[in-house]
């Protein structure tokens, strides 16, 4: 028990969270663990196949090291994980403070868990997905009950419309950021603005592909397996096996456990994944439209697609909700100190609201301004890199060849991460052999960021000379993100995987 009410009242909400966020990351440790080892079987199988592997040998050596699924982990912890103990928590605030502990909510409280619960494993059973739901809400319901300090029945102040009002306001000004440039614009002008930040950036790409690969669907990861050894007729296996092999799924030999075995019977086909039918098909339908096919037999084995959704919401909501109120009870434990409950709250809450606007101003301040094409030259080489940044991004989105811009050669040794990132992207536009050799050299930037969009512009290209130079960087690098993009732009310059065998 904590000592005080005062103390209670400050801590008892980032007590229980930080109890629920540690329950998460030990389910999400072990889940990304698993993940890494079923994904090193099946590497191990496409290599010996003498397929080309990603990650490579170097990083796949690694799926059985602890390290990845500790700090993999993380993602599920902070998205997932804040989303359901944050729930939890308000769930346990409302039965007492609402409700009044009454039986009858609590039966509502139960049904909507089991419900939580239920539909998790709706497409079948997910354990360590329904073990976020099963185990975080009890732990964090218990004890925010049990530090939850007793309500004052005729007390006239409760901090509660202080903090809605405060997430309110904050939700209000970052809506209008809420597009499809704020992730990059994050990282642009707070995360890679600072040393700190782009550590950040790096761990990041580091590891974020361990916890991905959990939750995929089929059709979103980028190898798969297949089995085309119970298809009769030859001339249809070698029709299907090139189809198949075009979108990644590659064939295997043997009774080994695949993704996706096509078993022919009659003038039909039957999809099947561990010994289940999921789909029926007939040749025709599968060799006329293989994606459709392909995208419905992955739809129907998608065992995730809730939880992907609940992660994704968690991570936009649940996250930042939960680092609001961490912040909160740092800054109102040391107010009590010196002021009254009421001012320690107010005074806290003013203190987070003045955080998140902090996070704002990089974003209102630092898009360099509108750029304009009879002054692009003059714009790279402006002293503010985000006014260079705003210029690289017009040529980008206008598809202006950068070859005939003198001064974009300085920016290839910027030392601003986004710079040399929209570098690269708006090297896509040019044909000249100049800068592709400009791109050669941004394939090894040490900011993966730049790699992988360097890698994007290469396949985008076009330029099939291009593939030996990707495929020698894929089978050298020690970092998968980078080497993910490298892949997909081998596969937009139209390699195959045949012709690695």
Same mark, same amino acid.
């Given at each position: 028990m904590f000592p005080s009410r005062r103390w209670r009242t400050?801590?008892?909400?980032?007590?229980?969270?930080?109890?629920?966020?540690?329950?998460?990351? &030990?389910?999400?440790? $072990?889940?990304?663990?698993?993940?890494?080892?079923?994904?090193?079987?099946?590497?191990?199988? &496409?290599?010996?196949?003498?397929?080309?592997?990603?990650?490579?040998?170097?990083?796949m050596d690694r799926l059985h090291e602890p390290a990845p699924a500790v700090y993999g982990g993380l993602f599920f912890t902070l998205s997932a994980g804040a989303g359901i103990s944050l729930l939890s928590l308000a769930a346990a605030w409302a039965w007492?403070? &609402?409700?009044?502990?009454?039986?009858?909510?609590l039966i509502f409280l139960l049904l909507f868990w089991a419900g939580a619960m239920a539909s998790m494993n709706w497409k079948g059973i997910s354990p360590l997905a329904t073990a976020y739901f099963a185990l975080i809400p009890p732990l964090v319901f218990r004890l925010t009950l049990r530090w939850m300090p007793q309500q004052i029945k005729h007390g006239p102040w409760s901090p509660a419309p202080v903090? $809605?009002?405060? $997430?309110?306001?904050? *939700?209000?000004?970052?809506?209008?950021?809420?597009?499809?440039?704020?992730?990059? +614009?994050?990282?642009d002008r707070v995360l890679l603005s600072n040393t700190f930040g782009a550590k950040i950036n790096d761990f990041y790409y580091r590891y974020t592909l361990y916890p991905a690969e959990v939750f995929k669907s089929l059709d979103q990861k980028l190898l798969k397996t297949c089995s085309l050894d119970s298809v009769g007729k030859k001339p249809l296996k070698k029709l299907l096996e090139a189809k198949l092999v075009g979108r990644d799924y590659l064939p295997i030999e043997g009774n080994g456990k695949v993704d996706l075995? &096509?078993?022919?019977?009659?003038?039909?086909?039957? $999809?099947?994944?561990?010994?289940?039918?999921?789909?029926?098909?007939?040749?025709?339908?599968?060799?006329? *439209?293989?994606d459709e096919v392909l995208k419905r037999f992955s739809s129907k084995m998608d065992r995730n697609s809730l939880f992907r959704q609940f992660t994704y919401y968690s991570l936009l909501i649940g996250f930042p909700v939960t680092l609001y109120l961490f912040l909160y009870s740092i800054f109102f434990f040391p107010l009590t100190r010196c002021v009254d409950l009421k001012m320690a709250s107010l005074t806290a809450a003013f203190l987070c609201f003045s955080a998140g606007v902090t996070l704002l101003i990089p974003l209102w301040l630092g898009n360099g301004g509108n750029a304009d094409k009879n002054y692009l030259d003059r714009l790279l080489t402006s002293g503010r890199w985000q006014e260079r940044v705003a210029a690289l991004?017009?040529?980008?989105?206008?598809?202006? +060849?950068? *070859?005939?811009?003198i001064s974009y050669k300085t920016i290839l040794f910027s030392p601003h991460i986004p710079e040399r990132y929209w570098l690269a992207k708006a090297l896509i536009v040019s044909r000249s052999p100049e800068t592709y050799e400009d791109l050669l050299r941004l394939l090894d930037d040490s900011s993966p960021s730049v790699a992988c969009m360097a890698f994007q512009s290469l396949g985008r290209r076009g330029d099939r000379d291009a593939a030996a130079e990707i495929l020698k960087r894929i089978q050298t690098s020690d970092h998968w993100y980078t080497q993910w993009y490298a892949y997909r732009a081998l596969k937009e310059l139209g390699w195959k995987q045949a012709d690695s065998r």
């Open positions: 400050g801590w008892y909400p980032a007590a229980a969270l930080l109890a629920g966020l540690a329950a998460a990351q &030990i389910i999400a440790a $072990l889940q990304v663990y698993l993940s890494n080892r079923s994904l090193y079987q099946t590497l191990a199988v &496409i290599k010996d196949a003498g397929y080309l592997i990603v990650p490579n040998q170097q990083l007492d403070r &609402i409700f009044s502990r009454k039986p009858l909510p903090h $809605l009002m405060t $997430l309110a306001l904050l *939700a209000s000004l970052w809506a209008p950021q809420m597009n499809g440039d704020l992730f990059l +614009d994050l990282r075995k &096509i078993r022919g019977s009659g003038r039909d086909l039957y $999809l099947e994944n561990r010994g289940r039918v999921i789909l029926k098909t007939t040749p025709n339908d599968f060799l006329s *439209a293989p991004k017009f040529v980008r989105q206008n598809w202006v +060849d950068v *070859a005939g811009l």
